[in-house]
C-alpha cells in the first residue's frame, strides 16, 4: 500500500486560503507548509470523486475500501473542497518553491502574483493512502 501513489491534475475550481510562495501561519504561529483548498460543484466535483473512489479501488481491497477516509471537506456553507498542502523546507533543511503555472502552462518565475479567494485554477496533487490510529486515509 506504501507505494501506491496517484499524480493527479484536478478539474478546475475555486481557490480558497491559498499560500503559495509564503509559509502558511496559523494562530500566528508558521506550519512549515504551503498550500490551499479548492472548491469544486457540478460535474467538477463529481469527477474528481471519481479519480479519488477509482484510486481507492486499485489501492484497497475490497472490504477494506468502503472504510477509507476520503480526501473531500465541507465548509459551513456546504460547499466541498478539497485540502492540499506541502512541506515548504526538505529535510535537511532546503527551501521547496511549489512551481505555480499560469493560464497558459507556462512557469511563473519569480516573485508570485496574488493570487485571491474565489480566483479559478487547477491543483496538480499526488493522493496517496496512509494509515493513522487504525483508520486508513487518503492525503493530499
Known amino acids: 500500500m506504501a507505494d501506491e501513489k ?19 501561519v496559523i494562530k500566528g504561529k508558521p506550519t512549515g507548509k ?5 472548491i469544486f460543484k457540478g460535474d467538477a466535483l463529481e469527477k474528481m470523486k471519481q ?14 475500501a468502503a472504510g477509507v477516509n476520503r480526501p473531500f471537506k465541507t465548509d459551513k456553507e456546504g460547499n466541498v473542497f478539497l485540502p ?9 533543511g532546503a527551501a521547496i518553491n511549489i512551481p505555480v503555472a499560469d493560464k497558459h502552462g507556462d512557469l ?9 479567494n474565489g480566483s479559478i485554477g487547477r491543483f ?17
Open 6 to 24: 496517484k499524480v493527479l491534475t484536478t478539474e478546475r475550481g475555486e481557490f480558497r486560503f491559498l499560500t503559495l510562495g509564503r509559509e502558511e
Open 34 to 38: 504551503q498550500g490551499g483548498g479548492i
Open 51 to 64: 479519480e479519488v473512489e477509482e484510486f481507492i479501488s486499485d489501492t484497497f481491497p475490497a472490504k477494506k
Open 84 to 92: 492540499a498542502k506541502a512541506f515548504v523546507r526538505t529535510k535537511e
Open 108 to 116: 511563473i518565475k519569480g516573485t508570485l502574483p496574488q493570487i485571491g
Open 124 to 140: 496538480r496533487v499526488m493522493l496517496r493512502p496512509s494509515e493513522f490510529g487504525g483508520k486508513d486515509y487518503i492525503n493530499v
